[in-house]
Nanobody, 121 residues
Framework: QVQLVESGGGLVQAGGSLRLSCAAS????????MGWFRQAPGKEREFVAGINWSGGSTYYADSVKGRFTISRDNAKNTVYLQMNSLKPEDTAVYYC??????????????WGQGIQVTVSS
C-alpha cells in the first residue's frame, strides 16, 4: 500500500488559482492510477480528476473540466492538481487517492489525509 501526503491547500478568492501536490511513498507509485476527490460539508465525496500510470490519459469531472489540470511526475513520486478560475463551490477537503479506477471514477484503496481548499466570493 502506498502512503500519501497532500499539500498546497488554503484560502483563495474566487477566480484565483491553487496547486495541490500529493507526495507518495513507495517504489510502486508509477504503477498506480491516481486521482483527486473532494468532499464539501454535508455532501458525499466526489471524483474530481484522475490520471493513468504514465500520465498519458487524464479524466475530469464535468464541473472542473477546462479549469483543473491533473499531472504527475513519477521520478518525484508526486501527483499534482492545478486549479484555476476557482469558484466558491470548489470549497471542499481535497483527497489524493492511489489505485483510482479511472473509467468508473471510483477510488482505490489508499487515501491521503485530505487538505482544505476554501474559495471566498
Amino acid at each position: 500500500q502506498v502512503q500519501l501526503v497532500e499539500s498546497g491547500g488554503g484560502l483563495v478568492q474566487a477566480g484565483g488559482s491553487l496547486r495541490l501536490s500529493c507526495a507518495a511513498s513507495g517504489r510502486t507509485f508509477s504503477s498506480y492510477a491516481m486521482g483527486w476527490f473532494r468532499q464539501a460539508p454535508g455532501k458525499e465525496r466526489e471524483f474530481v480528476a484522475g490520471i493513468n500510470w504514465s500520465g498519458g490519459s487524464t479524466y475530469y469531472a464535468d464541473s472542473v473540466k477546462g479549469r483543473f489540470t491533473i499531472s504527475r511526475d513519477n521520478a518525484k513520486n508526486t501527483v499534482y492538481l492545478q486549479m484555476n478560475s476557482l469558484k466558491p463551490e470548489d470549497t471542499a477537503v481535497y483527497y489524493c487517492n492511489a489505485g483510482t479506477v479511472l473509467l468508473l471514477s471510483r477510488p482505490g484503496g489508499s487515501w491521503g489525509q485530505g487538505i482544505q481548499v476554501t474559495v471566498s466570493s
